[in-house]
């Protein structure tokens, strides 16, 4: 059974400081990894993706891989209260079923 | 189409009827892949198109929901004598590749499910 564990928050953070979301997942054949933005009402918005242990940087996103430890994050610098939603956490296991496996996502408020 | 689109994006129906909703991937995408949300929920797998073949339909909650791709581009999802349970968002994205599990996938606006 593939799992994906988040905190579901809510986290609330200063407007301008790091907000850090984390993710575990349960199954060591999962291959590649995303993150998510879903406002309310609104359909899911793919911010990150990432496939290989380490950082990967895009703007103000910073998304984490630690395979060993089954860990991925998610960093946001400059926060900005536009950054308040929920944050989902999917992965996927290479060659398999392709469907994605989420997290039940973790509500972020940026505090102004 | 600029991405995925789906139809109708609200739906009332009442216990017992059949609905059908569609989704009308990116132009050009292989894979095309149904999703349930619940509220407060993230998005549950149901089912996984390779163009017109329909490779996992694992996630599937029972024998009433069925999905198809004919041609291996716009697809339907069928529920049939919808019960209560069914009500959820239910959602569809694309991915350009053949599902090689690196390619990143793209969700259209949902359908909102509401049985009475």
């Known amino acids: 059974q593939k799992e994906v564990e988040q905190n579901s928050g809510p986290l609330s953070v200063p407007e301008g400081a790091i907000a850090s979301l984390n993710c575990t997942y349960s199954d060591r054949g999962s291959q590649s990894f995303f993150w998510y933005r879903q406002y309310s009402g609104k359909s899911p918005e793919l911010i990150m993706s990432?496939?290989?242990?380490g950082d990967k940087e895009d703007g103000r996103f910073t998304a984490q891989l630690n395979k060993a430890s089954q860990y991925v994050s998610l960093l946001i610098r400059d926060s900005q209260p536009s950054d308040s939603a929920t944050y989902l956490c999917a992965v996927n296991v290479w060659g398999g079923a392709d469907g994605l496996t989420f997290g039940k996502g973790t509500h972020l408020i940026i505090q102004p | 189409g600029a991405g995925v689109s789906q139809s109708p994006r609200y739906k009332v129906a009442k216990r017992g009827q059949d609905v059908a909703l569609r989704c009308d991937p990116i132009?050009?995408?292989?894979?095309l892949f149904w999703y349930q949300q619940a509220l407060g929920q993230g998005p549950e797998f149901l089912t996984y198109?390779?163009?017109?073949?329909?490779?996992?339909k694992s996630g599937l909650p029972s024998d009433r929901f069925f999905a198809e791709r004919p041609e291996g581009s716009v697809s339907t999802l069928k529920i049939q004598r919808t019960q209560q349970e069914d009500s959820a968002v239910y959602l569809c994205?694309?991915?350009?590749?053949?599902?090689?599990?690196?390619?990143?996938?793209?969700f259209g606006p949902g359908t909102r499910l509401t049985v009475l």
């Open positions: 990432i496939y290989s242990n």
């Open positions: 132009s050009g995408h292989v894979s």
């Open positions: 994205a694309s991915s350009l590749g053949a599902g090689t599990g690196i390619d990143e996938q793209f």
């Open positions: 198109f390779q163009n017109e073949a329909q490779l996992d």
